[in-house]
């Protein structure tokens, strides 16, 4: 449910301010949460059981003739951690090595500006998110919580350096993504990129933001139509201007739905190779999921698997989930997730790097509500 901050439409008498308006909308999600990473336990209350806690700030402004202007502003919070949302990093005592939590900072998440109508498509710049993001969520009942994978299994995102596998990011910096309309039914198709800013010519681009950047290129296709969406992407990531790595990954998503049952399918092609050409890593991976709805009740379960194509190993992820409505826009949620990793993908920095096993398994149960 979306909370209409400004309805100037409601409020002004010409037509001008008639077309316009801003609103905020998100999500805070938080419960009981207890980790397990190779024999090392922790448990507590945090967030993102079952979805990114956020806040949304968007606006939109009718321009005419079908023609809209707007933007988005995302901001991930926690609603459990102060520090995690003002960026301190140090405990209270000042004791060396240790956190409170993942600092982030106001409007880390998607940032965009974008113009466009049904006919000609939508043309966005910034901070936007990309299609493997697009592809992950459509393949999957989980979102990037607990049970999806997400960073793991989910090679596209995955922290994948132990396998070879340069991590991939939900979103890059100073890119451009354009939309089409959709034709044939609900076909569309997707480019997004940006240039590479390089070592030698760094000074140059500290205006940007960013002194040294990789050059993006993400070609797709959606396909959305009665009870079928579909994401199709392949994208590069080649940051070999700055003696770095070329990575290619192939992503594919879809899910069908049949009333109360979804059915959900993946998959995912990675591979990176050094500045000198020689591959490092490639992995594959494929999931099957699906979501039942009756009454109240939703019960979702997915299965995944990763394959490391240069050397023996594969990672599997088992996740389960429930929610119970209370409302439209308010939920008890519970979810598991179980990885058993062979190839490392899951590998962490202490406190959280046991060495019992190679399993990794993440329970969550708490409460989630939209606005």
Same mark, same amino acid.
């Not at 207890?34 to 079952?50: E, H, I, P, Q, V």
């Not at 194509?309 to 929610?323: F, M, P």
């Given at each position: 449910?979306?909370?209409?901050?400004?309805?100037?439409?409601?409020?002004?008498?010409?037509?001008?301010?008639?077309?316009?308006?801003?609103?905020?909308?998100?999500?805070?999600?938080?419960?009981?949460?207890?980790?397990?990473?190779?024999?090392?336990?922790?448990?507590?209350?945090?967030?993102?059981?079952?979805?990114?806690?956020?806040?949304?700030?968007?606006?939109?402004?009718?321009?005419?003739?079908?023609?809209?202007?707007?933007?988005?502003?995302?901001?991930?919070?926690?609603?459990?951690?102060?520090?995690?949302?003002?960026?301190?990093?140090?405990?209270?005592?000042?004791?060396?090595?240790?956190?409170?939590?993942?600092?982030?900072?106001?409007?880390?998440?998607?940032?965009?500006?974008?113009?466009?109508?049904?006919?000609?498509?939508?043309?966005?710049?910034?901070?936007?998110?990309?299609?493997?993001?697009?592809?992950?969520?459509?393949?999957?009942?989980?979102? +990037?919580?607990? %049970?999806? #994978?997400?960073?793991? =299994?989910? *090679? !596209?995102? /995955?922290? &994948?350096?132990?396998?070879?596998? $340069?991590?991939?990011?939900?979103?890059?910096?100073?890119?451009?993504?354009?939309?089409?309309?959709?034709?044939?039914?609900?076909?569309?198709? +997707?480019?997004? %990129?940006? #240039?590479?800013?390089? =070592?030698? *010519? !760094?000074? /140059?681009? &500290?205006?940007?933001?960013?002194? $040294?950047?990789?050059?993006?290129?993400?070609?797709?296709?959606?396909?959305?139509?009665?009870?079928?969406?579909?994401?199709?992407?392949?994208? +590069?990531?080649?940051?070999?201007?700055?003696?770095?790595?070329?990575?290619?990954?192939?992503? &594919?998503?879809?899910?069908?739905?049949?009333?109360?049952?979804?059915?959900?399918?993946?998959?995912?092609?990675?591979?990176?190779?050094?500045?000198?050409?020689?591959?490092?890593?490639?992995?594959?991976?494929?999931?099957?999921?699906?979501?039942?709805?009756?009454?109240?009740?939703?019960?979702?379960?997915?299965?995944?698997?990763?394959?490391?194509?240069?050397?023996?190993?594969?990672?599997?992820?088992?996740?389960?989930?429930?929610?119970?409505?209370?409302?439209?826009?308010?939920?008890?949620?519970?979810?598991?997730?179980?990885?058993?990793?062979?190839?490392?993908?899951?590998?962490?920095?202490?406190?959280?790097?046991?060495?019992?096993?190679?399993?990794?398994?993440?329970?969550?149960?708490?409460?989630?509500?939209?606005?």
């Amino acid at each position: 449910m979306k909370k209409t901050l400004i309805a100037i439409a409601a409020l002004a008498a010409t037509g001008a301010f008639a077309q316009s308006s801003v609103q905020l909308d998100g999500l805070v999600d938080a419960g009981y949460y207890s980790l397990n990473n190779r024999g090392k336990t922790a448990t507590g209350f945090s967030n993102n059981l079952a979805g990114t806690s956020q806040f949304n700030l968007r606006g939109t402004q009718d321009l005419g003739g079908g023609l809209n202007a707007g933007f988005r502003m995302e901001s991930d919070i926690n609603p459990t951690q102060n520090a995690a949302n003002t960026g301190s990093t140090v405990d209270a005592a000042g004791i060396a090595g240790t956190t409170k939590g993942t600092a982030t900072t106001f409007l880390n998440g998607e940032q965009k500006l974008f113009i466009g109508s049904a006919t000609m498509g939508t043309f966005a710049m910034g901070a936007v998110n990309n299609l493997g993001l697009d592809s992950h969520v459509t393949a999957q009942p989980f979102g +990037t919580a607990i %049970g999806s #994978g997400f960073r793991a =299994t989910s *090679t !596209s995102q /995955a922290v &994948a350096s132990v396998a070879g596998i $340069q991590a991939a990011a939900v979103r890059y910096d100073n890119s451009v993504r354009y939309d089409s309309p959709k034709f044939a039914g609900g076909l569309g198709l +997707t480019y997004q %990129g940006r #240039g590479a800013q390089t =070592t030698a *010519t !760094s000074s /140059a681009y &500290a205006a940007f933001g960013s002194q $040294q950047q990789s050059a993006i290129r993400d070609l797709g296709a959606t396909y959305n139509a009665g009870p079928i969406n579909a994401v199709i992407a392949t994208m +590069t990531d080649d940051n070999t201007s700055n003696a770095g790595n070329l990575s290619k990954l192939l992503t &594919a998503g879809v899910n069908y739905n049949m009333g109360a049952t979804t059915l959900y399918g993946g998959m995912q092609q990675g591979k990176t190779s050094s500045a000198a050409g020689v591959e490092t890593g490639k992995l594959s991976q494929f999931n099957l999921a699906a979501k039942y709805v009756t009454g109240v009740n939703t019960f979702m379960a997915q299965y995944a698997k990763v394959t490391n194509k240069l050397a023996d190993g594969k990672t599997t992820t088992l996740g389960l989930g429930y929610n119970y409505a209370l409302s439209k826009s308010a939920d008890i949620v519970a979810r598991y997730e179980r990885i058993t990793d062979e190839i490392g993908l899951t590998a962490a920095a202490a406190p959280f790097n046991g060495t019992d096993g190679n399993t990794r398994t993440r329970l969550g149960a708490g409460l989630q509500v939209r606005f």
